[in-house]
């Protein structure tokens, strides 16, 4: 009796330990392999600060917490990329580097809670993805493959902001201007004078959709190799991930608007042109956009409408993100997206988001003064396409309407 139950301790005693072994040594594997594969990086980037404690979270321990040590080691200044190229030596000079990129941590003291209707709405919201996501009769492609089978191209919308721990997923036509706008206030990535930029609207719209001022996820590859994957999945754990959708019909009317009825010479060789040719009677169409306009020719609504359900349109290249759907775009079922704004309520949303995400002493939402597309307008614009054309666009961006809250647009499918 005595000597098995010894034998027993011992084998438990044995794996503990051998379990304890692998742990520190997959740390230290993982983190050596790690500082090998980081390129040194060139640009005007800033060293990221220590990273931002998120407390209020207590995950489970064990190997996440592993996970997070091995991430925070080279979030961390000195560990992965070169910090200041000021030598340490002096310093003042670093002192004063120091001042300048400490994040701000100071939290905007509210006297008064979230209101309940916001948080219940989100609460919807989030319920509504992740049934549609285990509904099998809301079938699209791509949704039942699993994070790690998702194109590394296709990750291109999700920026990251590792100062604050954010995901943002953009989605054009959706104020995504703005959001993108925050998004580079708060990665301080834009010096002005030396010191970041703190207004959003100040910062030159050329700028705002440049990629290089944004770290997406399709970026990782570049930067961290084979570990890219596994470490966009411990963010996305970690992180707080937020979207902003509309009306998928509306959407596309703002697309049209802003794309084909203003000019636009990129938007008009690139499509316009392929419209005006197919279905607009146009052999051959203006060569530019100011000659189009000039003799008052440009494609019709209607035209933009034979465009997106043209099965020739896909086969030379997948939708422009102005008018691609939101699941393709930002993988609603594979993310599970913390909060998800909708531009009709942009407002409420921008005010309970950037408290939520605690940077509402950092920046505030910039109001629109623009005269957005109304949902109103649908009957109108929608008038001069075909009924059958109309039930063909609904069965493309049903997904859209289904994982995001939008009721079918019966007024204008059934006639
Ligand atoms: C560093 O400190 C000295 C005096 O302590 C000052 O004269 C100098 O301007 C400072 N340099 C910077 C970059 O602040
Ligand atoms: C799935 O969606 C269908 C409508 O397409 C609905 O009738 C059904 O109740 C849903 N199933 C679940 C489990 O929610
Ligand atoms: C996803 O899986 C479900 C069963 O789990 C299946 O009914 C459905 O057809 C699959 N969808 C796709 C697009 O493969
Ligand atoms: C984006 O910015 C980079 C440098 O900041 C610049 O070299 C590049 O030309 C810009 N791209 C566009 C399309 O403006
Ligand atoms: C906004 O739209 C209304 C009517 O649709 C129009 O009267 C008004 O001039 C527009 N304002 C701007 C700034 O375009």
């Known amino acids: ?108 003291i509210h006297l008064t809670p979230v209101a309940a209707e916001l948080r219940e709405r989100q609460e919807q919201r989030r319920r509504l993805l992740q049934e549609m996501c285990a509904n099998d009769s809301v079938v699209f492609p791509g949704k039942n493959r699993s994070f790690d089978d998702i194109p590394n191209r296709e990750l291109d919308h999700l920026i990251v902001d590792d100062r604050h721990g954010i995901i943002y997923c953009y989605v054009p036509k959706v104020a995504c201007s703005n959001w993108k706008r925050i998004m580079i206030v708060l990665s301080e990535s834009l010096l002005r004078d030396g010191v970041p930029q703190r207004d959003p609207l100040a910062i030159p719209r050329d700028l705002v959709h440049n990629s290089s001022m944004h770290f997406t996820f399709n970026k990782f590859w570049k930067r961290y190799g084979k570990f890219a994957k596994h470490l966009m999945k411990v963010k996305l754990k970690k992180y707080t991930k937020f979207i902003f959708v509309r009306d998928p019909f509306v959407r596309l009317i703002s697309a049209y608007r802003n794309k084909f009825q203003l000019r636009n010479e990129d938007f008009y060789r690139r499509f316009a042109q392929v419209m005006l040719r197919r279905y607009g009677n146009q052999p051959t169409p203006p060569a530019s956009v100011d000659e189009a306009f000039g003799v008052g020719i440009h494609p019709s609504f209607s035209n ?97 309407f289904r994982l995001f809250g939008y009721d079918r647009p019966d007024s204008i499918l059934n006639e």
């Open 304 to 400: 933009f409408i034979q465009y997106l359900l043209d099965p020739q349109t896909e086969k030379e290249m997948p939708f422009n993100e102005h008018w691609r759907q939101v699941y393709r775009l930002c993988h609603p079922c594979q993310i599970q997206y913390d909060f998800v704004g909708h531009l009709e309520t942009a407002e409420d949303d921008a005010e309970h988001l950037l408290r939520q995400l605690r940077v509402d002493n950092v920046v505030e939402f910039p109001t629109s003064h623009r005269n957005l597309t109304a949902s109103s307008w649908e009957a109108d614009w929608f008038s001069t396409v075909p009924v059958e054309a109309r039930r063909e666009l609904y069965k493309l961006y049903e997904p859209d």
């Open 1 to 108: 009796m005595g000597t098995s139950r010894m034998f027993r301790i011992f084998v438990f005693l044995g794996s503990a330990f051998m379990i304890l072994l692998i742990i520190i040594y997959w740390d230290d594997v993982g983190a050596s392999h790690l500082y090998l594969h980081t390129p040194v990086s060139p640009g005007p980037k800033i060293p990221h600060p220590p990273h931002h404690q998120q407390s209020h979270t207590s995950r489970t321990p064990s190997f996440l917490s592993d996970i997070d040590a091995f991430v925070n080691q080279f979030l961390e200044p000195g560990t992965g990329e070169p910090t200041d190229p000021a030598p340490a030596d002096t310093s003042n000079q670093s002192e004063k580097a120091e001042e300048r990129y400490v994040p701000r941590r100071e939290w905007k």
